[in-house]
């Protein structure tokens, strides 16, 4: 495909594949098997393509995933260090139990002092425990915004919603469900009727509004005083459009920065033509409210 690129305005969104692993094996884990060899990886190279994002898009949003995040400290500082104010970042982790190397107070600590860089980090957390959990009582000592995702899973135990509901709304956190994405097409993106969960989710909650994009949606939901989010997206970040012009786009919605540093312009596998990305054509984020409210 040779087409031009076009994003949203300010940038499409910048996810950075930290260098190093999570150690864990979350069944639906798309990311792991890229960790398995990891003689390329190259935090210098990171850091090259950091600033050429910042460069081109100086004032995308950033999001650190791995991988664990948390599981380099020094690592994640020069990372966070490199991205100007202009940016939001999220980090995306687990906030590992890993005495060995951090304690929880030395994580919170960081997220301390760090406060000022991050704008939300997102907690997972799931019905079905895949990884070995803090307690919650750590994660609500985060610094910063925080938010828990919880990926439901194959036969997720949906008798135990409304329990995870309470569970976060003891502090306050709120919640993002999530579909498996391998698992969305177009065609089941806006579906509701067949979306098990979607209807499990309006059976035990109460159901508010919607948002979304040609690209993800997000159907928002409260119980008692807790926003709650079922968030679904597609499996890939480039969407190919012809415009009014007869100019044939390659709309961009996330790019990659990979373990290496290479850059990559789809969770797919393509390699981004950053000279073509330098002259990236802006269009409205298409992001809208598409029923309902979606803030309360
Ligand atoms: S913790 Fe995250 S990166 Fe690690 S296996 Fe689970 S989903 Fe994958």
Request: with cysteine; hydrophobic share 30%.
């Amino acid at each position: 495909m040779s087409n031009p690129y076009k994003t949203r305005e300010g940038g499409a969104t910048v996810t950075v594949f930290v260098p190093y692993d999570c150690n864990n094996h979350c069944p639906f884990c798309i990311n792991k098997p890229e960790y398995a060899n990891c003689a390329d990886f190259s935090l210098a190279r990171i850091l090259e393509s950091i600033e050429t994002l910042d460069a081109i898009t100086p004032q995308c949003d950033f999001v650190f995933t791995g991988g664990e995040p948390f599981a380099n400290l020094e690592s994640l500082q020069t990372m966070l260090d490199k991205i100007p104010p202009t940016h939001k970042v999220y980090i995306n982790t687990t906030f590992p139990v890993q005495d060995d190397k951090y304690t929880a107070q030395q994580m919170l600590d960081f997220v301390e002092r760090n406060r000022e860089k991050i704008t939300c980090i997102n907690i997972s957390r799931h019905l079905v425990k895949y990884v070995e959990e803090s307690d919650d009582e750590i994660i609500a000592r985060i610094a910063t915004p925080k938010r828990v995702n919880c990926v439901l899973y194959m036969d997720y135990p949906k008798e135990q919603l409304t329990g995870y509901a309470e569970r976060w709304r003891k502090y306050g956190i709120p919640i993002q469900f999530r579909y498996d994405y391998t698992e969305t097409t177009p065609e089941n993106l806006y579906d509701e009727e067949s979306d098990r969960i979607l209807c499990d989710l309006k059976e035990a909650f109460t159901y508010r509004g919607l948002d979304g994009c040609r690209m993800r949606n997000g159907f928002h939901f409260s119980y008692k005083d807790l926003h709650l989010t079922y968030h679904k997206t597609l499996p890939y970040s480039t969407i190919v459009e012809t415009d009014s012009d007869g100019v044939t786009y390659d709309i961009l919605y996330d790019v990659l920065i990979k373990q290496n540093g290479d850059i990559h312009s789809d969770w797919t596998g393509v390699k981004m033509d950053v000279d073509k990305y330098r002259r990236v054509v802006f269009e409205p984020y298409d992001l809208r409210v598409i029923d309902g409210a979606i803030e309360f």
